[in-house]
């Protein structure tokens, strides 16, 4: 990520100095323009990889009353059945926020990931 926020030029940033902006209106009318796609992108990344963890949750959360989703749903399965009925409605009710995340943001999505695809 540390790369990617150098690859803005310096030039910009010396353009708006010039042009009598501050600081703190370089960062907010250059900067974070420039950088917002590959923010979303890692953001959203970020939050998938979050929302789906199951390992640490499972080993480091004794406490019943605060199970992550993916903890829950293989904990849904008897020693005898597998309720896989109530084991799908738990999968497609935890992948909706995800889904929605995706939709609202897919624009900044596509641009961050091809940001750096093509040398212009």
């Known amino acids: ?11 910009l940033f010396e353009a708006a100095k010039m042009d009598g902006a501050s600081v703190f209106m370089s960062y907010w009318r250059i900067f974070l323009p420039l ?3 590959g923010l979303f992108t890692a953001a959203v ?13 499972l080993v480091f959360n004794p406490d019943n009353t605060m199970r992550t989703i993916p903890v829950g749903i293989a904990l849904f399965s ?5 309720p896989y009925g109530t084991i799908f409605a ?3 009710v935890s992948i909706v ?8 943001f897919r624009r900044w999505i596509v641009s961050g990931l091809t940001q750096g695809a093509v040398k212009g």
Do not use: D, H, K
Not at 2 to 9: A, E, G, S
Not at 45 to 57: G, K, R, Y
Not at 97 to 104: K, N
């Open 45 to 57: 990344f970020t939050f998938v990889a979050c929302w789906t963890e199951f390992f640490m949750a």
């Open 90 to 92: 738990g999968s497609v």
């Open 1 to 11: 990520m540390r790369n990617y926020f150098l690859q803005v030029p310096g030039a």
């Open 35 to 37: 950088t917002t796609p």
């Open 78 to 82: 008897g020693q005898y059945t597998v």
């Open 97 to 104: 926020p995800i889904v929605i995340l995706v939709v609202i």
